[in-house]
């Protein structure tokens, strides 16, 4: 099946610790995102890449990396520079401008000790 | 800044009582306008879009949004929810021609049996 993969699902960190969170897509679409769910805030955008090689800050990318090398695979790096890095992240894709209908994958639950 | 907005976080409502959830923008350009749904446990998923043309869209689950330029707003409506409708609901805006795609706080709609 087509989708979105998000991995882990669950991850505990120690502080001061970076992690990366994984996100594989099987879609062929050109777009990717990472967004950060809080409670009450909404989806807030941390970086998305609209082509390999190439991403764009978000409202929130202070503290985080990416990397897009592979059209397929978009993964994030919370650093240890990510002053509340506990939260929900979720990855979307689209299949390019305009295009429309963002696809997500599961989200994979941070927890920071 | 360039934000989006949802007036309202949570929406309580009886069985057939009819909705409204408000959505402003500040973006000046062009902009692609969408409405998504995250029901418990579930992905987000899209409820509907409006690109261009009539500015009144129709979605799934008997959902419709319109549009108001002037007043950068684009409300999603139903005129009779069911329980089923429980759900939380992200007002989302894609910059146009740019993958950059914003959402909302989102509203949490609990509809009572």
């Excluded at chain 1, 800050?57 to 506990?86: C, H």
């Excluded at chain 2, 402003?24 to 409820?47: I, K």
Aim: glycine share 10%; net charge neutral; aromatic share 14%.
């Amino acid at each position: 099946d087509g989708g979105i993969t998000q991995s882990p699902k669950y991850l505990f960190r120690k502080e001061g610790q970076n992690v990366t969170l994984s996100c594989e897509q099987n879609l062929n679409h050109d777009a990717m995102y990472w967004y950060r769910q809080d409670p009450g805030q909404g989806l807030r955008l941390i970086y998305y890449s609209q082509i390999v090689n190439d991403f764009q800050k978000g409202d929130i990318a202070e503290g985080y990396s990416v990397s897009r090398e592979k059209k397929e695979s978009f993964p994030l790096t919370v650093t240890s520079a990510q002053k509340n890095p506990t939260a929900f992240y979720l990855c979307a894709s689209t299949a390019g401008v305009g295009t429309g209908e963002l696809f997500f994958g599961e989200g994979s639950r941070l927890t920071v000790l | 800044a360039q934000s989006v907005s949802q007036h309202n976080h949570h929406v309580i409502l009886s069985e057939a009582a009819s909705l409204e959830l408000g959505c402003n923008y500040s973006y000046g350009g062009t902009v692609n306008l969408f409405w998504y749904v995250q029901y418990p446990g579930q992905h987000l998923q899209l409820l509907l879009k409006y690109f261009s043309g009539d500015p009144l869209v129709k979605g799934i689950k008997g959902f419709e949004a319109e549009f108001i330029k002037s007043k950068f707003s684009f409300n999603l409506r139903k005129p009779s929810v069911q329980w089923s409708d429980t759900a939380e609901y992200f007002c989302a805006v894609e910059l146009y021609n740019n993958n950059d795609m914003r959402f909302g706080a989102g509203t949490r709609l609990t509809v009572k049996p």
